[in-house]
């Protein structure tokens, strides 16, 4: 029974010796790799770092991660090669900057490598640490950086599962709105200015009417006189004006068709209309004669010619309306049958008329 007790102490003895002997060398291992660490990390001269000027992409998104390496003046660096990936990451291209002077320190120099990446992967991906050689003055020494991490996002991320499908709300009625129809309306509108634009040509006409065709043409003559196309540089409104109303006034006054006939034709008209004075057909011919030539030729007229032109008008009308009315010459007197006028000719030797 001792022997046996014995024996079992001596087996766990040895067996916690043994225990006992690997852990102070993984504490001496440790301690080994610690003091190499802090040597590196507490080396202010040499510094060794990655940078990427974006943390969050998309799939297929290219973005830069540059490795900087800065030491003192003198140091030799060697970059590492450049894989094809980088974990996850493919490398598009890189591009080397060696040996530059440092903007901060004037005694450092800087080596850096940028790399174009992208992936084709989403998550959170890591580039991983990048081994740098750098010899200071006597052997090299490796140097590494920090990996970083990296999250890839897709377009796709944080949208509803297609395949599952939420419920359909049932059927719901809608009460269609009823909008009122403007059509009644504008029938209405349309109609009361149809109405309206009949009476005020009823209204016009025989307020014409009421009027006798020498009141109806004074009182034209007197709005023209008040008008500004006489104190107008240009005198074509102003003759159109007074020579449509003296046509008029011989269509209404005796039933020659003067608004369609040319000057030459209204004073033959006049000329075989009977008991006509053979003067004032002179005078009617000589001021629609100047009406043509001031239109047609571009005459020009001062104001004072425009207020005679007026004076002359309303003489020519009162007159006129004082001669017997009959309408529309009369071809079967032989009396007044004369031969032809010269164009422009309103002074016939049978009539002995002024071309006033």
């Known amino acids: 029974m001792m022997t046996l007790l014995f024996h079992s102490t001596r087996t766990d003895l040895f067996t916690a010796s043994m225990r006992l002997g690997?852990?102070?060398?993984?504490?001496?291992?440790?301690?080994?790799?610690?003091?190499?660490?802090?040597?590196?990390?507490?080396?202010?001269?040499?510094?060794?770092?990655?940078?990427?000027?974006q943390t969050v992409v998309q799939i297929a998104q290219p973005f830069t991660v540059?490795?900087?390496?800065?030491?003192?003046?003198?140091?030799?660096?060697?970059?590492?090669?450049?894989?094809?990936?980088?974990?996850?990451?493919?490398?598009?291209?890189?591009?080397d900057i060696r040996d530059i002077p440092s903007e901060q320190t004037p005694d450092q120099r800087l080596w850096t490598r940028r790399f174009?990446?992208?992936?084709?992967m989403s998550g959170d991906l890591e580039i991983p640490e990048l081994n740098v050689q750098i010899a200071k003055t006597g052997d090299f020494e490796n140097y590494k950086s920090k990996p970083i991490t990296v999250r890839v996002t897709s377009v796709l991320e944080d949208r509803a599962d297609p395949t599952q499908f939420r419920d359909i709300h049932s059927v719901v009625d809608v009460a269609i709105p009823k909008h009122r129809s403007g059509k009644y309306f504008w029938w209405l509108v349309g109609g009361l200015g149809l109405t309206l634009a009949v009476l005020?040509?009823?209204?016009?006409?025989?307020?014409?009417?009421?009027?006798?065709?020498?009141?109806w043409a004074i009182r034209e003559i007197d709005a023209l006189e008040q008008s500004a196309s006489i104190h107008s540089d240009e005198n074509d409104n102003f003759w159109k004006s007074l020579s449509t109303t003296m046509r008029g006034f011989l269509e209404l006054q005796f039933g020659i068709p003067a608004p369609v006939q040319t000057t030459d034709e209204v004073v033959r008209s006049l000329s075989i209309c009977e008991n006509f004075n053979a003067k004032l057909i002179g005078g009617l011919g000589g001021l629609l004669a100047q009406a043509d030539r001031?239109?047609?030729?571009?005459?020009?007229?001062?104001?004072e010619d425009l207020s005679q032109a007026l004076t002359q008008a309303r003489a020519l009308v009162m007159q006129s309306a004082n001669q017997p009315s009959q309408k529309g010459p009369d071809p079967s007197s032989p009396a007044k049958r004369l031969p032809p006028f010269e164009k422009g000719d309103f002074n016939h030797p049978n009539t002995n008329s002024e071309n006033n």
């Open 66 to 95: 540059t490795l900087h390496v800065m030491a003192p003046k003198g140091t030799r660096v060697v970059l590492p090669e450049v894989p094809n990936k980088f974990g996850e990451f493919d490398i598009l291209d890189h591009q």
């Open 200 to 215: 005020a040509f009823v209204f016009i006409g025989r307020r014409r009417a009421w009027l006798s065709p020498e009141q």
């Open 294 to 303: 001031a239109r047609f030729a571009g005459w020009q007229n001062s104001p």
């Open 22 to 53: 690997f852990l102070c060398v993984a504490i001496s291992l440790f301690n080994v790799y610690a003091f190499a660490a802090d040597s590196i990390a507490n080396d202010d001269s040499v510094e060794v770092f990655t940078t990427a000027d």
């Open 116 to 120: 174009t990446l992208e992936s084709i």
